[in-house]
């Protein structure tokens, strides 16, 4: 088993361009997660789904969209990157609504000029 | 809104017990997680608690006070392997997470 998987690993975007945050997991789980972690910073919860066909916002939605395509994907759009999202996302899951124990991908180091 | 509090760097050598605290404000509050991340690396979970009181996980103990809004992490036996950040985080309204911005921990030979 893979896990959570994030594609790509590095991204470097021009301000105002867009792009997509792939993530995956093979552990059948429900809930999803996408973090963002700045520079010796915690995690801050962007964007949730307890289950396939359901999001909900986080601490810091602004700028983002989100996609729980299926219950294995869910993906992050940044719609017009501007150089405050220069960032590291996380994508984690867990099994259960409520799960305790979440799963962390490796992680998308992102770069906006 | 939610706010943590944890010393942003501990040092201790190799063998000995380092404690790390972590207090909290929270409201509709479920629980704290505590997560260790090495450089570069993922988050990794290494205990949950609900309820007031110490769980226990090897080397590694987590307590809970919700009358206090206050835990901590107790390591033991520390290894150079130890040395990462450690991030307490409070779960709130069920499915939400709210992460302290997390404690380097040094070990030194």
């Known amino acids: 088993n893979a896990g959570v998987t994030q594609t790509p690993k590095f991204q470097v975007l021009k301000t105002g361009q867009s792009m997509t945050l792939q993530c995956a997991q093979d552990m059948n789980h429900n809930s999803m997660y996408w973090y963002r972690q700045d520079p010796g910073m915690g995690l801050r919860l962007i964007y949730y789904?307890?289950?396939?066909?359901?999001?909900d916002k986080g601490e810091v939605p602004n700028g983002y969209n989100v996609s729980r395509l299926n219950k294995r994907e869910f993906s992050l759009r940044l719609e017009s990157a501007a150089p405050s999202q220069t960032s590291v996302y996380f994508c984690a899951s867990s099994g259960r609504d409520g799960d305790n124990e979440q799963f962390f991908g490796p992680g998308t180091r992102l770069t906006v000029l | 809104g939610q706010s943590l509090e944890q010393p942003s760097e501990v040092t201790a050598v190799e063998g000995a017990i380092v404690q790390i605290n972590c207090t909290y404000q929270?409201?509709?509050?479920?629980?704290l997680s505590w997560y260790q991340q090495h450089d570069g690396g993922a988050p990794t979970f290494l205990s949950y608690?609900?309820?007031?009181g110490l769980e226990e996980t090897g080397r590694f103990s987590s307590f809970l006070s919700r009358s206090d809004s206050y835990g901590y992490l107790l390591l033991q036996e520390l290894q150079m392997k130890d040395s990462a950040s450690y991030f307490c985080?409070?779960?709130?309204?069920?499915?939400?997470?709210?992460f302290g911005s997390g404690t380097k921990l040094n070990v030194k030979p």
């Open positions: 789904s307890a289950s396939e066909g359901t999001t």
């Open positions: 985080a409070v779960r709130y309204n069920f499915n939400k997470f709210y």
């Open positions: 929270t409201s509709g509050f479920y629980g």
């Open positions: 608690n609900a309820l007031d």
